[in-house]
C-alpha cells in the first residue's frame, strides 16, 4: 500500500486540507492526516495540491515529429496546410517513427500532468500501426490511451477498416480502442458505406466542420449537413467523439446531444490555422458533451483550458460569457468519456477511483477555500502548471520532477528517427 501525504486534495467536486491518499492501482482510502496510520510506501507533499491526472481528448502523437520541420509552406485554405504539411509528414511515417513519436509525446505529456491521451493516428501503414502506439504510450510510459486510425478516401480503406476493427478488441483499462474516420470531405459514400457495414457498433473518432470548406463540401456533394450525414450513416454511437465543431448549426448540435456523443474543441489549434472560433452560443447547448483536445499542438493541456476560457469570453462577446463553471463542466466531461471509453473510473480522488493523480506545489498568496478553489485553479496553477509528481495506476511516472522513463536517451533516438523522416519527404 502507498500513500500522499500532507495534502490539499482537490478533484473538482471536494477540497479537503491536510489530507492523506492511500492507493495502489486505485485509490482504496482518502482521510484527514489526524487519522493517518501507516503505509508500505510514503510520500509526504509537504501541503502540495494533490489533482487527478488530466485527460487530452483529441490529440495527433505522430505530430510531434513536425517540431522544427522546414518544407515549402504556403497555404490559403485549410485543404493547403493538410496537403502541405499533415498529409506529406504522415504518408512518410515508418513504424519506428510512429513508435518513436508516440515516446517523445508520451514524456512531454507526462511533464505536462495528462495521463490519459485520446489520440486520432495516420500514416501510411496502417497495419500494426496502432499496437505500436499503444506499446509507447502505456506499455513502456505507463500512462493511459484511446487510439484509432484515420480511416479516409487517402488511404487503403479496407485495411484501415481492419487496423481500426483489430485494435477495437484491446480494452484492458489501460487502453482501449475507438473507429477512427478523418473527416466528411476524405470520406466517400462508398467509404461511408464500408465503415457502416463494418464498425456501426463501435465509437467513432472523427473531425468535423474544422474548416467551413468540410461543411460545404458536404452540402454541395451530399445536400447536408455533415453531422446529419454521419448520423443518417448510423454511425454516431455513444461516447463519440467529433473534434473541432467549429461550423455546426444548433441542429448538429442536438443530434451530437442526442446521440450521446462529445464535441471535442481545439482552440490552440484552431487559432493557428486560422480556422475559426468555435461559437459557444451554438456549443452551450451540450453542456455534458463538450470536451477539449489540442489538436496535436504542444503538450500542454492546462494551457488549452486557460486559452478556451479566454476565447470564449472573447467570442461571446462577454467577460462573463463563459465562466469558470463551464470551463469546470468541460474538465469533468473529459473524465466522463474517457472512464467510458476505458472501462474504468477516472476524475475523482475518491476509494474506487483508478490512482491517476498529480502533485502540484501550489502555496497561494489570497485566500483559498472551498468557494474559490476552481478560481485559484484557473486564474493560478493553469497559469503556471507544473506537476512535480505524476501518478498513473498508482505507479510514479514522474517524482520530484525526476521521470521515470528515460527523457534523454528516448528523445536522442527520435532525433534520429525524426532526421530520417524528414530526409524522405
Ligand atoms: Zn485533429
Known amino acids: 500500500m502507498k500513500a500522499i501525504i500532507n495534502a490539499n486534495v482537490y478533484d473538482y467536486s471536494s477540497y479537503s486540507e491536510d489530507s492523506y491518499i492511500k492507493f495502489e492501482d486505485k485509490i482504496t482510502e482518502v482521510g484527514s492526516m489526524k487519522g493517518f496510520n501507516g503505509a508500505d510506501e510514503i510520500t509526504d507533499v509537504g501541503g502540495a495540491l494533490v489533482i487527478p491526472g488530466l485527460v487530452n481528448c483529441h490529440t495527433h502523437l505522430y505530430s510531434a515529429f513536425a517540431r522544427g520541420m522546414t518544407i515549402p509552406f504556403h497555404p490559403e485554405n485549410f485543404m493547403d496546410i493538410l496537403q502541405q504539411l499533415w498529409w506529406r509528414l504522415d504518408s512518410a511515417l515508418t513504424g519506428e517513427a510512429i ?23 495516420a500514416s501510411k501503414n496502417s497495419h500494426g500501426s496502432l499496437a505500436l502506439i499503444k506499446k509507447g504510450v502505456c506499455d513502456d510510459l505507463g500512462m493511459r490511451g484511446v487510439f484509432c486510425f484515420e480511416t479516409s478516401d487517402r488511404f487503403d480503406v479496407d485495411e484501415a477498416i481492419a487496423e481500426n476493427l483489430s485494435f477495437l478488441g ?40 474544422e474548416s467551413i470548406d468540410d461543411q460545404k463540401d458536404c452540402y454541395k456533394k451530399y445536400s447536408k449537413s455533415i453531422v446529419k450525414r454521419f448520423s443518417d450513416y448510423g454511425i454516431l454511437n455513444e461516447n463519440s467523439i467529433l473534434a473541432h465543431c467549429l461550423y455546426i448549426s444548433p441542429m448538429e448540435s442536438m443530434l451530437i446531444a442526442k446521440n450521446n456523443c462529445f464535441a471535442a474543441l481545439n482552440p490552440s489549434s484552431n487559432l493557428n490555422n486560422a480556422v475559426g472560433i468555435a461559437d459557444w452560443n451554438t456549443l452551450s447547448a451540450l453542456k455534458s458533451n463538450c470536451v477539449l483536445g489540442n489538436d496535436g499542438l504542444g503538450f500542454n493541456m492546462a494551457k488549452e483550458y486557460q486559452t478556451f476560457l479566454f476565447l470564449m469570453r472573447y467570442r461571446t462577446g462577454s467577460p462573463v460569457g463563459f465562466g469558470n463553471d463551464e470551463l469546470k463542466k468541460m474538465i469533468e466531461n473529459s473524465y466522463t468519456l474517457a472512464s467510458k ?24 498568496f489570497t485566500p483559498l477555500n472551498h468557494g474559490n478553489v476552481f478560481s485559484h485553479i484557473s486564474n493560478g496553477i493553469f497559469d503556471s502548471f507544473r506537476p512535480t509528481a505524476v501518478v498513473v495506476a498508482g505507479e510514479f511516472l514522474m517524482k520530484n520532477n525526476r521521470l521515470r522513463a528515460d527523457e534523454a536517451q528516448i528523445n536522442r533516438n527520435s532525433v534520429i528517427i525524426a532526421q530520417k523522416v524528414w530526409d524522405s519527404l
Open 99 to 121: 513508435y518513436g513519436s508516440a515516446l517523445s509525446s508520451g514524456i512531454e505529456y507526462i511533464k505536462n500532468g495528462v495521463t490519459t491521451i485520446i489520440d486520432h493516428h
Open 170 to 209: 484491446y480494452k484492458d483499462g489501460k487502453s482501449a480502442g475507438m473507429f477512427g474516420m478523418h473527416a466528411s470531405m476524405t470520406l466517400s459514400d462508398d467509404t461511408m458505406k464500408k465503415i457502416s457495414s463494418a464498425g456501426a457498433k463501435f465509437p467513432v473518432h472523427v473531425h468535423v466542420a
Open 341 to 364: 471509453l476505458l472501462g474504468i473510473k477516472l476524475g475523482k480522488i475518491s476509494c474506487g477511483y483508478e490512482a491517476d493523480m498529480l502533485v502540484l506545489p501550489y502555496f497561494p
